[in-house]
């Protein structure tokens, strides 16, 4: 097995004095749907905004590594740069800015400038609605339109991997199930996943493997196979 695109060891998080991920273990594949699952408060969220390095550097202990290269106290947008890019919430869009110019904006840290076209081309195919609203102030979309959005503008970073912070959030069921599908293609096509999610079951039906959040500790992690069987999960987080 060769090396893992992304590793967490021992990863430790602190808003001041308040340690809210105790030291996590995880790793991603190259390849890999992974879903983060657990309870409100978990610190599902603070770690993948740690990974992504939308935290304060000061609070973080332990590596992260992205293709060797460890991350830990890189900022945000320079960890985009190196292919690892967060998907921000929907509601995150430039409300005052077109579809188009939002999609546009995506492509601020590319340097091969030739190909912007075709990928811009690209997302618009991945979301045909998309582009029959390119026209259209970004801030009346809908919750889903908005949501399709901001993983299109993520895609145009190139990502070798992105993260997502609970994309079912505030989502009717029919627009969850095709933003996964989405999801699901984008990884089909070479890009990494790694998403946090509260809605279990959605998330281990979508991912290959998951880990499960509890009080800022790694309870349990498995592919998703198993731990849709596993009765400890069953009871407390698939409602069965
Ligand atoms: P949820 O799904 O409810 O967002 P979560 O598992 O993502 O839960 P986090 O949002 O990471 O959990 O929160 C973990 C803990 O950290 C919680 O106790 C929360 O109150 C605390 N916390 C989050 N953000 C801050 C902050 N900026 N300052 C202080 N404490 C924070």
Redesign the pocket.
């Known amino acids: 097995m060769g090396k893992h695109l992304l590793e967490l060891k021992n990863l430790q998080y602190s808003?001041?004095n308040?340690k809210?991920v105790h030291g996590i273990d995880l790793y991603v594949d190259e390849g890999e749907i992974v879903t983060i699952i657990?309870?409100?408060?978990?610190?599902?969220?603070?770690?993948l905004q740690t990974v992504s390095g939308l935290t304060a550097p000061s609070g973080v202990k332990g590596e992260i590594l992205f293709d060797g290269r460890n991350i830990g106290r890189t900022r945000g947008h320079l960890i985009a740069g190196q292919g690892l890019v967060q998907v921000l919430e929907g509601r995150h869009v430039f409300s005052k800015l077109t579809v188009a110019e939002n999609i546009q904006m995506g492509t601020y840290i590319r340097k091969d400038k030739a190909n912007i076209n075709k990928d811009i081309d690209h997302v618009y195919e991945m979301f045909p609605r998309l582009y029959e609203r390119r026209t259209q102030l970004a801030g009346t979309l809908s919750g889903g339109e908005q949501q399709m959005l901001a993983i299109g503008r993520a895609l145009l970073c190139n990502p070798r991997m992105i993260l997502l912070d609970?994309p079912s959030l505030g989502l009717a069921p029919i627009i969850i199930k095709e933003i996964f599908e989405s999801i699901v293609r984008i990884n089909k096509q070479g890009t990494s996943v790694l998403f946090?999610e509260?809605n279990s079951k959605i998330a281990l039906n979508v991912a290959d493997r998951g880990y499960v959040?509890q009080n800022?500790e790694i309870i349990l992690h498995d592919t998703s196979v198993n731990l849709l069987q596993n009765e400890e999960v069953k009871k407390a987080y698939l409602g069965e």
Not at 38 to 47: E, H, I, L, M, V
């Open positions: 808003y001041g308040i809210v657990g309870a409100n408060g978990a610190g599902k969220t603070t770690t609970e946090v509260q959040m800022g």
